[in-house]
């Protein structure tokens, strides 16, 4: 576009050196109106470009969950300690039932789809990433701010397992035994607490996960 605006400068200019001096204001005329149609047509674009940029990058909410029921017909899902848009980040992740069976995700159990593809689990509406709190196994998941630390890196293999990247020995591992009472929901929302542990097969029903769009 910005080569279609000198071109519409320049080319009546050059045809001006030849012509008489009526031919001359003719062009000139001519010229500023091509101008001021090509600017508004320059400038439309770059707001149309600008606006269809916006949308190609809003990412997919997803909710991840756990694909094994267990006692809950809803599923357990990674969820903020908390309750929706008054979770409280510093708690950190825990297993607590979906919400999606209201008709939504909730904001708090919301993950950006695209960055988990590069090892990114972010909330989005808090703009704040999974993180393992300490190197000893196991380990609590914390939610802080995003950043490039490896101790943010995990990724959902074709199993099923959350891992942290280059440790496919450990997975993200929601508490096996009797889940605990939430305080609303009917029946009552469930929970369960969440580590990064060892990867077993007696385990599996705890560590395989799924991610799904709201219904």
Request: proline share 3%; hydrophobic share 35%.
């Given at each position: 576009?910005?080569?279609?605006?000198?071109?519409?400068?320049?080319?009546?200019?050059?045809?001006?050196?030849?012509?008489?001096?009526?031919?001359?204001?003719?062009?000139?005329?001519d010229?500023?109106?091509?101008?001021?149609?090509?600017?508004?047509?320059?400038?439309?674009?770059?707001?149309?470009?600008?606006?269809?940029?916006?949308?190609?990058?809003?990412?997919?909410?997803?909710?991840?969950?756990?694909?094994?029921?267990?006692?809950?017909?809803?599923?357990?899902?990674?969820?903020?300690?908390?309750?929706?848009?008054?979770?409280?980040?510093?708690?950190?992740?825990?297993?607590?039932?979906?919400?999606?069976?209201?008709?939504?995700?909730?904001?708090?159990?919301?993950?950006?789809?695209?960055?988990?593809?590069?090892?990114k689990?972010?909330?989005?509406?808090?703009?704040?990433?999974?993180?393992?709190?300490n190197?000893?196994?196991?380990?609590?998941?914390?939610?802080?701010?995003?950043?490039?630390?490896?101790?943010?890196k995990?990724?959902?293999?074709?199993?099923?397992?959350?891992?942290?990247?280059?440790?496919?020995?450990?997975?993200?591992?929601?508490?096996?035994?009797?889940?605990?009472?939430?305080?609303?929901?009917?029946?009552?929302?469930?929970i369960?607490?969440?580590?990064?542990?060892?990867?077993?097969?007696e385990?599996?029903?705890?560590?395989?996960?799924?991610?799904?769009?709201?219904?």
């Amino acid at each position: 576009y910005k080569e279609a605006v000198v071109l519409c400068i320049y080319n009546p200019f050059q045809l001006t050196q030849a012509a008489g001096d009526r031919t001359k204001s003719k062009l000139n005329r001519d010229s500023k109106n091509i101008l001021i149609i090509i600017i508004f047509q320059f400038t439309f674009s770059q707001v149309s470009f600008a606006t269809n940029s916006n949308k190609s990058t809003t990412s997919q909410t997803v909710e991840i969950f756990l694909l094994n029921k267990l006692e809950e017909d809803r599923y357990f899902c990674l969820d903020i300690r908390g309750y929706k848009t008054r979770a409280i980040v510093s708690k950190g992740l825990q297993a607590h039932t979906c919400y999606s069976y209201e008709g939504t995700i909730a904001v708090d159990q919301g993950f950006d789809r695209d960055l988990l593809g590069v090892g990114k689990f972010r909330v989005s509406a808090f703009n704040s990433c999974m993180q393992r709190k300490n190197v000893k196994i196991p380990s609590p998941l914390a939610l802080v701010p995003c950043n490039s630390k490896k101790l943010q890196k995990f990724f959902l293999s074709s199993e099923g397992l959350i891992q942290p990247e280059g440790q496919t020995n450990l997975c993200v591992t929601a508490a096996s035994g009797i889940a605990r009472k939430g305080r609303g929901g009917t029946p009552v929302h469930q929970i369960r607490r969440l580590r990064l542990d060892y990867c077993k097969k007696e385990l599996r029903s705890y560590q395989s996960w799924g991610i799904r769009p709201s219904e």
